[in-house]
């Protein structure tokens, strides 16, 4: 089955910026999403189909994706931002939805 | 469109864990995926499966052997049957709706998950 390998922790102090990385074989052939989410609280969209952002998400989030690996960046980070982030793509191959691992994004 | 889990908190192992998802504001006849999602304490989310109006039903490898999902459109709800439950089974529940392969699960369209404990 498709696997998608995300690191398990980031760390980044404010105001820098964060590249989260999902990596699976030819994952630039798929759409990858994006969620953050913080304790207790159900996962949050914060980029679809590679790049596009949704309502309500700033403009410092951006996604990228090729090869075989796609990535999620956050520029001038914030503690607010603090949260786990994961990718997902659907595996058309055996028609599944996949999820990465996550990753703890922690602003220091 | 709105989901709510129901279901016991505490399940027995080697028994049966059951959850109900509730739908209001959309038809579930209507077409889309619905989908089961979990995830155990500390952990990451795992799909768990989905059904299609279309009467297909798709499941993880991991759990095939132990999960079903049913719909009951008189009701507007679909279920998760996961059996033989052990302690890897203990997690938040989330059911979910999925309007495409490829697309994201958009926030409106997530329940608030349950916490199903597996505990003798």
């Known amino acids: 089955s498709y696997v998608l390998t995300q690191p398990p922790s980031l760390s980044v102090a404010p105001g820098k910026t964060a590249r989260i990385t999902c990596g699976g074989n030819n994952i630039g052939t798929n759409s990858v999403h994006w969620y953050q989410q913080r304790p207790g609280q159900a996962p949050v969209l914060v980029m679809s189909h590679d790049t596009d952002r949704p309502s309500g998400i700033p403009e410092r989030f951006s996604g990228s994706n090729s090869g075989n690996t796609a990535t999620l960046t956050i520029s001038w980070v914030e503690a607010g931002d603090e949260a786990v982030y994961y990718c997902q793509v659907w595996a058309g191959n055996s028609d599944h939805v996949v999820f990465g691992g996550g990753t703890k994004l922690t602003v220091l | 469109v709105q989901l709510q889990e129901s279901g016991p908190g505490l399940v027995r192992p080697s028994e049966t864990l059951s959850l109900t998802c509730t739908v209001s504001?959309?038809?579930?006849?209507?077409?889309?995926?619905w989908v089961w999602i979990r995830q155990s304490p500390g952990e990451g989310l795992q799909w768990i499966g989905n059904?299609?109006?279309?009467?297909?039903?798709n499941y993880t490898p991991s759990l095939r052997s132990r999960v079903t999902i049913s719909v009951d459109t008189s009701q507007n709800q679909f279920s998760l049957d996961l059996r033989s439950v052990t302690a890897a089974d203990t997690a938040v529940y989330y059911c979910?709706?999925?309007?495409?392969?490829?697309?994201?699960?958009?926030?409106?369209?997530w329940g608030q998950g349950t916490l199903v404990t597996v505990s003798s």
């Open positions: 979910a709706r999925h309007l495409g392969r490829a697309d994201p699960f958009q926030d409106g369209d």
């Open positions: 059904f299609h109006r279309s009467g297909t039903t």
């Open positions: 504001g959309y038809s579930i006849s209507s077409g889309y995926y």
